[in-house]
C-alpha cells in the first residue's frame, strides 16, 4: 500500500513525517539488555495463552493491563470493530483517563486508531507532536503506536500503546508487538464468538423457558369433577416444549370432552402448530358436535393451514357419565386401552383414519360402556417407542403389565418407563390420560 502524504514507509511500519530515518534509533537500535528482553520473551509467551480465555471482557483487560506493565506504557487500548457502524469501540483500557469503554472512533477519519483500521498498517510515531494523526489523550505522552488486529482479511479491532518518552518502542519492541497482536486477534475474534453464542443461547434458553411456561398454562390446570369417575392428564415434554397435548373440554348435559395428540416433530415448532390446533379443536368441540364430526371438520381446516409434512395424531372422546358411556373418534393415534373386571385387557380398535392435516377425509367413531371398577388409558408413543441402551422399547407388553396394578397412576406409569430407559431419557414427549370408574 502506498504511503500517505506526510508518512514514509519503514519494513511496513508507517512512520510520522518529520522522523529522519537514517538517524532514528528506530533503524539502528542497540541491542536491549538482558533482563528485558528476557521479559518480552515472557511476554510473548504469556500472548500463546491468552486463546485459552473465552470471556471476552476478562482478555481484553488482561491485556491492555499486561502490555502497560511490561512496556511501560502511560496508556494501552483495545479497540474492537463494530462493521455495522463502520467505527471502532473502546473496549480495553489502561491508563487513560479522558475515554472509558463505549468510547467510538470514525474509522480512517479520527486519530491513528481509525487511520490504521482504514490502511491496514501498523503506525508508529515516535514524536506524537509531529503525528498529523495522533489525537492527544494523555499529558506526557510522546510516543505511541497503533497495530491492526486482523484474523486473515477480516478486521478485529485495533490495538494502541502510548509511552512518555520519545521513540520509546524501538524496532525488536515494535516486531515483537505485530507478533503479539497475531495472537491477540485470533483471541479476541475466539472470544467474541463465544460470547455472541452463549448470547445466542441464553436468548433461546429464556425464550424457550417463556414458550414452557405458556404451553404450560396451556394445559388443564386440574382434574375436572366429574361424579362416579376420576380423570388425570400428564404430559412431559421431552425438551423445553414439546408437541404433545392434553385437555378436558366441559360440554352440555354434565358431559365431558376428553382429547390426547400429538404433532409430528418436536420443540418450538411443534409447541406452534399444538397451540393453533387447540385453539380450533376447543371451537368445535364446544359447538357439540360429536368425535367423528370434530376430527373431520378439524381435519378440513389443518389440511389447509398446515405446512407441508407437518401432521397431528389425535384420539377425541366425549365422556357422558350418566351413561357411562365414552364415544371416540381416532385420527392415527395409539389405541386406547380399557381394563375391565380388574385383569380383563384389550385396545379399544375403530376404524383409525389418516392422522389430521394430511389429506381430506371422514372419520368413524365407537361408543364403549364404562363398568364400575374399570380403567381407561390414552397415551402417546413417547411411552411405548421409549427406548433404553439396547435400543429395546417400552412396548404394548410391558404397557399392558402396568395398567393392571392397583396402584396404577399416570405419574407411576412415566416413572416406569424412565426406569426403564435407565438413564438413556425420554427422547420423545410422554402423554397420558387415565379414566378410573366406580369412585
Known amino acids: 500500500m502506498a504511503a500517505s502524504p506526510g508518512t514514509t514507509p519503514v519494513d511496513g511500519v508507517l512512520l510520522a513525517s518529520g522522523t529522519?530515518?537514517?538517524?532514528?534509533?528506530?533503524?539502528?537500535?542497540?541491542?536491549?539488555?538482558?533482563?528485558?528482553?528476557?521479559?518480552?520473551?515472557?511476554?510473548?509467551?504469556?500472548?500463546?495463552?491468552?486463546n485459552s480465555i473465552l470471556d471476552l471482557d476478562q482478555?481484553?483487560?488482561?491485556?491492555?493491563?499486561?502490555?502497560?506493565?511490561?512496556?511501560?506504557?502511560?496508556?494501552?487500548?483495545?479497540?474492537?470493530?463494530?462493521?455495522?457502524?463502520?467505527?471502532?469501540?473502546?473496549a480495553g483500557v489502561h491508563g487513560c483517563t479522558l475515554h472509558g469503554k463505549g468510547h467510538r472512533l470514525k474509522i480512517g477519519k479520527e486519530g491513528m486508531v481509525g487511520y490504521v483500521a482504514a490502511t491496514g498498517q501498523m503506525r508508529y510515531a515516535p514524536d506524537v507532536r509531529l503525528d498529523p494523526y495522533y489525537i492527544g489523550c494523555e499529558e506526557g505522552?510522546?510516543?505511541?503506536?497503533?497495530?491492526?488486529?486482523?484474523?486473515g482479511q477480516r478486521l478485529v479491532g485495533v490495538f494502541t500503546a502510548s509511552h512518555h518518552e520519545l521513540d520509546a518502542f524501538p524496532q525488536e519492541q515494535l516486531r515483537l508487538l505485530q507478533a503479539l497482536c497475531s495472537h491477540i486477534a485470533v483471541a479476541v475474534r475466539n472470544a467474541?464468538?463465544?460470547?455472541?453464542?452463549?448470547?445466542?443461547?441464553?436468548?433461546?434458553?429464556?425464550?424457550?423457558?417463556?414458550?414452557?411456561?405458556?404451553?404450560?398454562?396451556?394445559?388443564?390446570?386440574?382434574?375436572?369433577?366429574?361424579?362416579?369417575?376420576?380423570?388425570?392428564g400428564l404430559?412431559?415434554?421431552?425438551?423445553?416444549?414439546?408437541?404433545?397435548?392434553?385437555?378436558?373440554?366441559?360440554?352440555?348435559?354434565?358431559?365431558?370432552?376428553?382429547?390426547?395428540?400429538?404433532?409430528?416433530?418436536?420443540?418450538?415448532?411443534?409447541?406452534?402448530?399444538?397451540?393453533?390446533?387447540?385453539?380450533?379443536?376447543r371451537s368445535l368441540a364446544e359447538a357439540s358436535c360429536t368425535p367423528a364430526e370434530v376430527l373431520t371438520k378439524l381435519n378440513g381446516l389443518l389440511v389447509d393451514d398446515f405446512p407441508s409434512g407437518k401432521f397431528v395424531t389425535m384420539v377425541y372422546a366425549v365422556l357422558d357419565p350418566a351413561t357411562r358411556t365414552l364415544t371416540f373418534a381416532n385420527a392415527g393415534h395409539l389405541s386406547p386401552l380399557l381394563v375391565t373386571n380388574g385383569s380383563e385387557?384389550?385396545?379399544?380398535?375403530?376404524?383409525?383414519?389418516?392422522?389430521?392435516?394430511?389429506?381430506?377425509?371422514?372419520?368413524?367413531?365407537?361408543?364403549?360402556?364404562?363398568?364400575?371398577?374399570?380403567?381407561?388409558?390414552?397415551?402417546?408413543?413417547?411411552?411405548?417407542?421409549?427406548?433404553?441402551?439396547?435400543?429395546?422399547?417400552?412396548?404394548?407388553?410391558?404397557?399392558k403389565d402396568h395398567v393392571l396394578k392397583a396402584n396404577l397412576s399416570n405419574e407411576g406409569l412415566l416413572e416406569d418407563v424412565r426406569e426403564f430407559v435407565n438413564g438413556v431419557g425420554l427422547q420423545d414427549d410422554a402423554t397420558a390420560i387415565l379414566i378410573s370408574s366406580g369412585v
Request: net charge negative; proline share 5%; hydrophobic share 40%.
Open 20 to 50: 529522519d530515518v537514517s538517524s532514528t534509533p528506530y533503524v539502528s537500535t542497540p541491542l536491549l539488555p538482558d533482563d528485558q528482553v528476557q521479559d518480552l520473551l515472557k511476554l510473548q509467551k504469556a500472548a500463546q495463552k491468552i
Open 235 to 281: 404430559s412431559i415434554p421431552a425438551g423445553a416444549v414439546g408437541g404433545d397435548w392434553y385437555d378436558f373440554i366441559p360440554m352440555k348435559d354434565g358431559r365431558w370432552g376428553l382429547v390426547l395428540a400429538d404433532v409430528s416433530g418436536k420443540g418450538m415448532a411443534a409447541a406452534l402448530l399444538m397451540s393453533a390446533t387447540r385453539g380450533m379443536l
Open 141 to 151: 505522552t510522546l510516543s505511541e503506536v497503533a497495530i491492526p488486529l486482523h484474523v
Open 59 to 90: 482478555l481484553i483487560d488482561k491485556i491492555v493491563n499486561d502490555v502497560a506493565r511490561s512496556f511501560g506504557c502511560v496508556e494501552a487500548n483495545i479497540y474492537l470493530h463494530d462493521e455495522k457502524q463502520a467505527e471502532l469501540v473502546l
Open 345 to 399: 385387557i384389550r385396545f379399544l380398535e375403530t376404524v383409525s383414519g389418516l392422522p389430521l392435516g394430511v389429506t381430506c377425509g371422514s372419520f368413524s367413531e365407537a361408543t364403549v360402556h364404562l363398568p364400575e371398577g374399570s380403567r381407561l388409558l390414552f397415551y402417546s408413543d413417547g411411552i411405548t417407542e421409549a427406548a433404553n441402551q439396547e435400543e429395546e422399547e417400552y412396548g404394548e407388553a410391558r404397557l
Open 192 to 232: 467474541s464468538l463465544f460470547q455472541r453464542e452463549r448470547q445466542q443461547r441464553k436468548r433461546m434458553d429464556h425464550e424457550e423457558q417463556e414458550a414452557r411456561l405458556i404451553q404450560q398454562a396451556l394445559l388443564p390446570k386440574s382434574s375436572p369433577y366429574i361424579p362416579g369417575f376420576a380423570i388425570s
